[in-house]
């Protein structure tokens, strides 16, 4: 028996963490079952079609536009020298700072036809208003959600590129490839974990996403769970369409672990970081107007426009209770990334540890969460925490134990695991790619010095993977920051954050008010995302030799 | 590290219990925003003594939310920013029915439902704004009249995902029938300049730059661009005033009926339905008041008197669905 719980040890934790993430979307899936017939006909005759491909064009686009930035970036910047690759390099990780749906009104005030770009064209050059694009429109959805997202993909694979080491690109070199060749047939293949786990991020996110496409009016899949409930009063047909969700993750997730089977990504070779090759000329320029101009219209135009916003709106709405705001923001992130970081940390280690196809499955259904739009997550959790505390009080009364009210609902502790469920794919991707770095000959190693046990994890592993670690706290820390429909409904009284409050302001068409509480969002994501970009630098590789 | 996780932890636990309401103290779920209510109720524990915990959200989320919660909520009253989802919250039955000589004086008949369940506190007209460089007030007349044809190419609206537009077609199922309502729905998708827009100051905007003449907004919205930038070429017009009159709708309150302090909780109502405390509530934000006793701010009284319709709101709620469905046909987005 207890020899068969070690053996089975990592799937055992992997299938309960599983099952905590899926409670929420079981409970939605339990009310689901009895949507309303004739709803559901009206929805795949008039509805369903137009967002499908809304939604398939909207992932598309994101996906490859997000892929050609990150990738391009990353390459540029790990494996050249060029004038500002020191400050792009780090930079360039700022827009994640931009929640996606600032971003969107950003853009679509500044590009729509009342807004300062056309009025300018119509006043002093009207023969070229007519030529303008509609950036309320699929395009204009997809440019804006890949500017804000982008440095998801550049993230992970530059920390792809950099802990591959400099010996697979040499040998590569020295068996006569080029540049070009080692890219395509090393360098890329050799990141694909990175690559992938950014552009999954990408994908999840854009499909869960509803502030953004709501403010182009653009109807994609989420938009018509919202429709069901809001506009039809059908929380079961809403929670069937958000299955559907489920389920295309979960085949993404089963594709890709399909094309990553029996492939190892770690190398035996020295871990000297790779020497970046100096770019002259015409290719110098190149490089330094690509990552400029991204960095331009990623970051530095909307940081702008909200400052201009703020100055404008700062005598209305600032007041003492930012700080109220601000220390919640904070607290709030910094509970929900300890849960998910403890979980991510545990999930990839039984993952290691067990290597068979059901810990596996069990470690891809935990992270689906990240593609549920958050409120529907959100009724999931609090249908599932109302029937425990039923269950709970109903124990308690037959005990003849008199509670004082709910346990667990309205508390602070349902927040937390929420944005774990939510968010913990944000956490678990870097962890388990450098899990991935580790050679089993480490614990060969290991062992003979006698080292195992917990000695093994906390002395040997953690520090192997501290990194990974610390890239993922940060990305769940700035994702919890931005995050709000979970918060907007789970929050106790009293516990508003910043995203809160530009829900508020903007659901009331109050832009400029909105500036201050998004100023101030984004500053407080810069500090850790500023914070990413100096680990890294000042230290060597923590990857070890094999 | 370690001190620092323990330090967490110790805070989170001191959080992390459930905010106990006191007995002097009600909580009100709230769809109408923090900074439209705070003042209000701070006033209200100022002069009565009862404390007004509130947390906002989108209606329909508060309503599920009560809707898990059951009896454990800790919801005294539920207030939203239309009659459809009052209307709903009804027809889940955690609303209870209340009777109150004092909101039967204060608040007209068709601004609550008819069970006294729900009530309204402010009333909301959604109407035409129009480009007064481009159109003559003449040229209006109902919101019908903006499907015709010579609107063609001129008219902007607001995305029909919007409540306040699936209240306002449902109540023209009400009153003009399930088909005129489709082809006057149609009427308005042929008639677009441009795709609706995500918000009601933006199809402003837009037509104050010109890029449609006309669009249907609701007042305060207009009220408060104004205010912001007076020189916009901007014009408010009370359609429909030869037959039903403009479309209204109200931010109202319902009472929970899992809340244990009922009778303060319809003490609370009765008093933001009486004078003061409507002036405040409906100025707030550059609505009307409810209580037909008390006159609107001066700004609002400058777009001078109109005729209201007068079709019981619950009518609205009741044919959402219907007027959802009846735009996805129409392919009103």
Not at chain 2, 190 to 215: H, R
Request: glycine share 8%; with cysteine; aromatic share 10%.
């Amino acid at each position: 028996m207890i020899s068969s719980i070690r053996s089975q040890g990592g799937f055992i934790v992997s299938a309960g963490i599983a099952v905590i993430t899926l409670a929420p979307v079981v409970f939605i899936l339990a009310s689901g079952m009895n949507a309303d017939p004739e709803i559901w006909s009206h929805l795949q005759q008039h509805v369903l079609p137009a967002l499908l491909k809304n939604t398939a064009v909207l992932v598309a686009g994101v996906v490859s536009i997000t892929a050609a930035l990150g990738v391009s970036l990353a390459w540029l910047t790990s494996f050249y020298e060029f004038r500002g690759r020191r400050l792009f390099e780090k930079w360039l990780i700022f827009p994640l700072a931009i929640p996606t749906y600032v971003m969107a009104f950003i853009y679509t005030g500044l590009l729509d036809y009342s807004g300062p770009v056309q009025t300018f064209v119509r006043t002093y050059a009207p023969d070229l208003a007519g030529a303008f694009p509609e950036i309320r429109s699929g395009g204009g959805a997809i440019m804006v959600i890949s500017l804000a997202i982008f440095p998801y993909v550049f993230l992970m694979a530059s920390s792809g590129f950099r802990s591959m080491g400099r010996s697979m690109v040499e040998a590569s070199q020295s068996l006569g490839c080029g540049r070009l060749m080692t890219l395509f047939r090393v360098t890329l293949p050799m990141a694909r974990p990175w690559i992938f786990g950014g552009l999954i991020l990408v994908f999840m996110e854009t499909l869960a996403d509803f502030g953004a496409v709501s403010v182009f009016n653009y109807d994609t899949f989420t938009t018509g769970i919202y429709k069901a409930w809001y506009g039809l009063f059908s929380v079961n047909a809403a929670a069937q369409l958000a299955s559907i969700l489920v389920v295309i993750v979960l085949v993404i997730f089963a594709a890709e672990s399909w094309m990553r089977r029996k492939q190892k990504f770690f190398n035996r070779g020295g871990h000297q970081p790779v020497q970046r090759k100096r770019l002259n000329g015409p290719g110098h320029f190149l490089a330094s107007t690509f990552c400029g101009t991204v960095f331009l219209v990623s970051f530095v135009i909307p940081a702008v426009q909200l400052l201009f916003w703020t100055v404008k709106a700062f005598a209305v709405e600032f007041g003492t209770h930012y700080i109220r705001l601000v220390a919640s923001t904070f607290f709030l992130g910094l509970m929900g990334t300890a849960v998910t970081l403890a979980v991510a940390v545990i999930l990839s280690y039984s993952g290691r540890r067990m290597t068979d196809l059901k810990t596996g499955m069990a470690a891809k259904l935990s992270l689906s969460g990240y593609a549920l739009p958050g409120t529907v997550l959100a009724v999931g959790m609090v249908h599932g925490v109302a029937w425990l505390d039923n269950r709970i009080s109903g124990t308690m009364d037959l005990l003849g134990v008199q509670l004082p009210g709910t346990l667990l609902q309205g508390s602070l502790l349902l927040l937390p695991l929420c944005y774990m469920i939510r968010f913990l794919t944000v956490g678990y991707n870097p962890v388990f790619s450098h899990m991935t770095r580790l050679a089993p000959s480490i614990d060969e190693a290991a062992r003979l010095m006698k080292v195992t046990g917990a000695a093994l994890v906390s002395k040997i592993h953690l520090p192997l993977i501290r990194r990974g670690m610390v890239t993922g706290g940060i990305l769940v820390l700035v994702e919890i920051f931005k995050e709000m429909p979970v918060t907007l409904m789970l929050r106790p009284f009293g516990w508003d954050t910043l995203a809160v409050k530009i829900y508020e302001l903007t659901s009331e068409g109050e832009w400029e008010r909105a500036a201050l509480p998004a100023v101030t969002l984004v500053l407080a994501g810069m500090i850790p995302v500023a914070f990413l970009t100096f680990i890294g630098r000042n230290k060597t590789q923590d990857v070890p030799e094999g | 590290m370690k001190k620092t996780i323990a330090a967490l932890m110790i805070l989170f636990v001191f959080f992390s219990g459930r905010a106990m309401a006191s007995p002097e103290e009600l909580v009100v779920y709230s769809a109408r925003k923090e900074h439209l209510i705070k003042d209000l109720f701070e006033k209200y524990e100022k002069e009565q003594g009862v404390k007004i915990t509130y947390i906002t959200g989108k209606a329909p989320v508060l309503l599920q939310r009560i809707l898990s919660e059951g009896e454990n909520t800790a919801a005294d009253i539920l207030l939203t920013v239309d009659a459809g989802n009052l209307w709903h919250a009804a027809e889940k039955e955690i609303l209870v029915p209340v009777a109150s000589p004092v909101l039967d004086r204060n608040i007209p008949d068709h601004y609550k439902d008819p069970d006294n369940r729900w009530f309204g506190l402010s009333v909301r007209a959604r109407t035409i704004v129009y480009n007064t460089d481009r159109v003559k007030k003449e040229a209006l007349d109902t919101y019908e009249a903006l499907a015709g044809e010579d609107w063609k190419g001129r008219l902007l609206l607001r995305t029909s995902k919007k409540v306040y537009n699936q209240s306002l077609v449902a109540m023209f199922i009400e009153t003009l029938g399930e088909d005129k309502t489709r082809s006057m729905v149609s009427g308005w998708v042929t008639n677009l300049a441009a795709p609706p827009y995500s918000s009601d100051t933006k199809v402003m905007e837009a037509i104050a730059a010109g890029q449609g003449d006309a669009g249907i907004v609701n007042t305060y919205y207009y009220g408060r661009l104004m205010k912001e930038n007076p020189d916009l070429p901007l014009g408010i017009f009370w359609a429909d005033q030869s037959a039903n009159g403009v479309h209204v709708n109200v931010s109202g309150a319902g009472i929970v009926k899992y809340s244990r302090k009922v009778d303060q909780a319809v003490r609370f109502l009765e008093w933001l339905s009486e004078k003061d405390a409507q002036k405040i509530f409906a100025d707030a934000n550059m609505e009307f008041p409810v209580n037909q006793t008390v006159l609107p701010h001066e700004d609002v009284q400058k777009w001078g008197p109109f005729k209201a319709s007068t079709v019981n709101l619950a009518r609205a709620g009741e044919l959402q669905a219907r007027a959802v469905r009846l735009m996805d046909i129409e392919g009103y987005k």
